[in-house]
């Protein structure tokens, strides 16, 4: 390797509140177009923007979750650029006074542990959107206003990441932070969650950064991994050449997997900033600082330390189960239904976690309540099915919802425990194969796994695995 990556993340986290930012419009996703405007948001002459208190204490609880320190002197500012999706020509931000500095994430990527650190987190309003030649107009572009003053908070981290792995799982444990915070639902796909990123290249060796390029509007972990590597990619090739990186803008082409340039990147002084006049310097008192930390939740970092202390389930368990609060509460649930931690792990991050990821699903939307669950392991430890039998109900219940009992009873799947059916079953295999009996006489034992399997295939899989071994050795031992 002769270059090392220089990776710095910026993320947009829109914050759950039920109006904007500077105005009493609604947030709600998925309105008519423009429907969710007021002439505040679109900029008429002569109004003016009042600041919503809810979505100040979101930002100070994203901020206090993520370590960082509290600024109890803020300021906002105007970025000023023009573009179709922003109609006062302006957007109000923070630039020198911001909500929040100083912060970090842990992150741990294949055993290796690293702390990022968090520059700062400012608050600001979102754009609007452009829709470029949808339904039967192709030939035209509209402009949605909803979005338009939408609060959100911007969280920039230091330029410590160095691998497109160590940004994913960056992204992965602030996503986390913010569900558990509930500051944000995160939801990508709506937008409430976006990342831009800032990579470079240097020589191994080199402490001045190389010249960077920022990827815009990355609106996935899987997209964010594949555009840096791609990046990286590209950089190295241009340095290997001889010729310079250019600062610029660039789009990912997810169809395509490249980048693609955009617009040359901007400087601060290119949005001439300065203090927005219609906003009064805001305060934040160590009693309204320390109000809103009492309300900061178990993180995922403490919940993972509790896992393994309090469940005994080791460490890379422990931070599937609470990649999401609503998987860690799920798995909590069920050990208090049924005190066997490992064991419904395993199931979670096995068969659940799988079923759910084939139907893009999220553990909120899962068909098989903790209950459910619980139930199915009770009947595999009373014997009434077998462990593989299980994977077979299972399957249905996620499917139809049905409890377990039901489709045992349905489906005629009771385990047969009985050890004089069972007994039979092994003498009329045993006399059927007289060959392999011989040669199990002679010391051939790995015939042993035969028998079993014939064992099972008679009773059609139904026959309790563990004594059909215990009776079937010890018929084996007597003769």
Known sequence: MKYETVIGLEVHVQLKTQTKIFCSCSTEFGRPANENTCPICLGMPGVLPVLNKKAVEFAMQACLATHCQINPCNTFDRKNYFYPDLPKGYQITQLNLPIGEHGHINIDVAGVKKRIGITRIHMEEDA??????????????????????????????????????EAREYLSQLKAILEYTAVSDCNMEEGSLRCDANISLRPIGQKEFGTRTELKNLNSFRFVQRAIEYEVERQTQVLDQGDKVIQETRLYDSDQGVTRSMRSKEEAHDYRYFPEPDLVRLTMDTEWIERIRKTIPELPEQNRKRFVTEHDIPEYDAGVLTASQPLANYFEECVSLHPQPKTISNWIMGDLLHELKNDDREIQDCPVTPGSLTDLLKLIDKGTISGKMAKTVFEEMYQTGKPAEEIVKQKGMAQISDSSAIDKMIDDVLTANPQQLEGYRNGKEKLFGYFVGQVMKASKGQANPALVNQLLKDKLTQQ
């Open 128 to 165: 609007g959107k452009l829709v470029h030649g949808e339904n039967e107009d192709q030939g035209k572009s509209y402009v949605d206003l909803n979005r338009t003053g939408i609060p959100l908070i911007e969280i920039v981290s230091e330029p410590e990441i160095r691998s497109p792995e």
